[in-house]
């Protein structure tokens, strides 16, 4: 039943390592998203793609690729994780037009 | 980049008192929404106002929009302890490809 569904929830990892965190959402959405929360719970956009197509690139080091095999589908990779990459990442999805997203539960991302 | 600013960033009031949150953004809108995250979990839409409306009501929630000073208000009534939450404006700003820009969000405690 859920609408949105991110894994995995929690992901600790070493300095370094490459890493996926997978989203997918089952409300017929067309544009999905991929947000950062920070730890003073900052939200900025990294991403979004309309129909498996890129729509939205914010300044994110090329080492984050997102990649959407279906438009129900949209996964992040993470290279060569660095510290500073920790915080919470949440995918998101909506319907154009309509407004209001449809978030998951977020993956919460440690590097140490 | 960040697009609103939220007013005050924390709150605590008695259970059964009104809460008001406020928020300035910067550019030109298509709409306003807010949204409310509980610890530890995701983001919940619980409104939308778009920018040729100036009040819209939903259960407890009075949302107001004001586009000459940038500026809206989450009104919440008659709280309740499970109102207890961080709450976020989000812009979706003119061409921007209906990309949600978040703000910086108030923390509301209800004390029972």
């Known amino acids: 039943d859920t609408a949105v569904s991110q894994t995995p929830k929690y992901l600790v990892t070493q300095m370094g390592n490459d890493k996926s965190i997978k989203c997918e959402q089952n409300?017929?959405?067309?544009?999905m998203y991929w947000y950062k929360q920070d730890s003073k719970k900052f939200l900025k956009i990294m991403f979004s793609?309309?129909?498996?197509?890129?729509?939205i690139n914010e300044t994110v080091p090329n080492r984050f690729s997102p990649k959407s095999p279906d438009k129900a589908h949209l996964n992040l990779h993470i290279n060569s994780l660095e510290l500073g990459d920790s915080a919470v990442y949440f995918c998101?999805?909506?319907?154009?037009?309509?407004?209001?997203?449809?978030f998951g539960s977020g993956t919460r991302l440690t590097v140490v | 980049s960040q697009q609103g600013e939220e007013d005050p960033q924390a709150l605590s009031i008695q259970e059964g008192e009104n809460a008001t949150m406020n928020c300035s953004y910067k550019?030109?809108?298509?709409?306003l929404q807010w949204y409310r995250q509980n610890s530890g979990r995701g983001l919940v839409h619980l409104i939308l106002?778009?920018?040729?409306?100036r009040e819209k009501h939903s259960g407890r929630l009075r949302v107001t929009l004001d586009t000459s000073k940038k500026s809206s208000s989450l009104l919440i009534t008659a709280s309740r302890a499970a109102d207890t939450a961080s709450y976020f404006c989000?812009?979706?700003?003119?061409?921007?490809?209906?990309?949600?820009?978040f703000g910086t969000g108030t923390r509301l405690t209800i004390i029972p």
């Open positions: 409300l017929g959405h067309d544009t």
């Open positions: 550019t030109s809108i298509n709409n």
């Open positions: 793609y309309n129909n498996k197509e890129l729509i």
């Open positions: 998101a999805s909506s319907q154009v037009g309509r407004g209001g997203y449809t």
């Open positions: 989000a812009t979706d700003e003119t061409g921007g490809n209906e990309k949600l820009t």
């Open positions: 106002i778009r920018s040729n409306e």
